[in-house]
């Protein structure tokens, strides 16, 4: 389709994709000065609307992630003051919750991965303290009496990421970012340059540089030459709400996870008394639908954990896509096509990665160098040249 009109004025800087990731972008973006605008059909929605938004830079530490670990350990520590910086520029509060994190084993195989996981962090040189079963129940009463061990991480705390991307909205909006609610349906580029994009209603928007930060969907922009495209695949996780009635006390104090028969399970309790129950990990394209054996996994392993969520009304069952990419890394910053960068791929670390993400590409705008901390995140690692310079 030919575009039918032009916005009058182009801005310098036009993120596609309205999720926390594109959100944070366009906000850091704007409070430099730069004239932003972000193009989605209802931005502040996407997988935050899903996520239980456990800031688990420790516990979600895998093997062979160990750079990716540097950046989520930057993230973290910037948590409390972006927090405070947001709730100052948007009058909403985040929900951010610094309650800590225990992961739990339940049996002798659990008890072995948690083993390894312990050393893998005390390796790397963070703070994990390994407990026997009475004293995680100690902690957290209401745990099975099964519970065989457990690594207390007090540093793993959570966030709410409907209420972090209602809040990142408004901070947007008060920062003078121009909201396009529409889909972003091509890049137009001009003499090997991205110069904007045209709607699904036919608009031409100009930019001096885009930003695509549409998460899963980032690998499908039309217009972006096959090269550049971001390797970004859905990786869909179901995961549910309960809740706990407010005349009774909280099931929980902190998060609560577990590798139980080799799933991830985690319960993520709110200070509202909301407890969040997730995720599975499915590779199943872009299907979103929720599964009675999702539910009944979630809710099996759950209740391993914790009888007693059994007596908490459910009241909402979701699935959601991450954005996944090769190395389980975001792509951050310039791609091979001028004016062109990304900030996506960010897979099980969205929320965490929001603050740093937001500094990185606000840098990269506003001086063209990506930051020192994201050079490994750089998407030319997947590119063309990347690949062809690898040994056989
Ligand atoms: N980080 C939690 C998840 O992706 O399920």
New binding site residues.
């Given amino acids: 389709m030919s575009p039918t009109h032009s916005s009058t004025r182009p801005s310098d800087v036009l993120v596609i994709g309205g999720g926390i990731i594109g959100l944070v972008t366009a906000w850091r973006a704007a409070q430099r000065g730069l004239a932003t605008a972000l193009v989605d059909p209802e931005p502040g929605g996407g997988a935050a609307q899903v996520?239980?938004g456990?800031l688990?830079a420790v516990t979600?530490l895998h093997y062979g992630e160990e750079t990716l670990l540097g950046l989520n350990l930057a993230s973290a520590r910037r948590y409390p003051e972006f927090v405070a910086e947001l709730t100052e520029a948007s009058g909403r509060d985040p929900g951010h919750r610094q309650c800590g994190t225990l992961a739990v084993a339940l049996d002798a195989d659990d008890r072995a991965h948690l083993r390894d996981l312990h050393a893998l962090q005390s390796r790397c040189g963070l703070a994990s303290q390994w407990l026997t079963g009475r004293e995680c129940r100690r902690l957290e009463p209401m745990l099975a009496p099964g519970v065989r061990g457990g690594l207390r991480v007090d540093g793993d705390h959570q966030i709410d990421p409907r209420r972090l991307a209602a809040a990142l909205l408004t901070a947007c909006e008060r920062a003078g970012v121009r909201l396009h609610r529409t889909w972003a349906q091509r890049l137009t580029v001009d003499r090997d340059r991205a110069t904007g994009v045209v709607t699904a209603d036919g608009t031409a928007l100009g930019a001096g540089r885009v930003v695509l930060a549409a998460g899963s969907l980032s690998g499908r922009l039309e217009g972006v030459p096959a090269d550049v495209l971001p390797p970004v695949r859905p990786v869909k996780?179901q995961v549910l709400r309960l809740a706990v009635p407010r005349d009774r006390p909280p099931l929980l104090n902190r998060t609560v996870r577990a590798v139980v028969r080799g799933s991830?399970v985690?319960l993520v309790p709110r200070e509202n008394g909301e407890l969040v129950v997730?995720?599975t990990?499915e590779e199943l394209g872009w299907d979103t639908t929720v599964t009675a054996g999702g539910v009944y996994e979630l809710l099996r392993d759950a209740h391993e954990l914790v009888p007693g969520i059994t007596e908490l009304p459910l009241t909402e069952t979701r699935a959601g896509l991450?954005p996944g990419s090769p190395d389980n890394a975001p792509l951050l910053g310039p791609t091979a096509l001028e004016g062109l960068l990304l900030a996506t791929g960010h897979?099980?670390?969205g929320?965490l990665l929001t603050p740093v993400t937001g500094d990185v590409l606000a840098h990269v705008l506003t001086t063209g160098e990506l930051p020192a901390e994201a050079r490994p995140f750089s998407p030319r690692r997947f590119g063309a040249s990347a690949l062809s310079e690898q040994p056989a």
Avoid: D, K, Q
């Fill in positions: 996520a239980a456990m688990a979600e996780g991830h985690y997730g995720a990990s991450r897979f099980r670390n929320v």
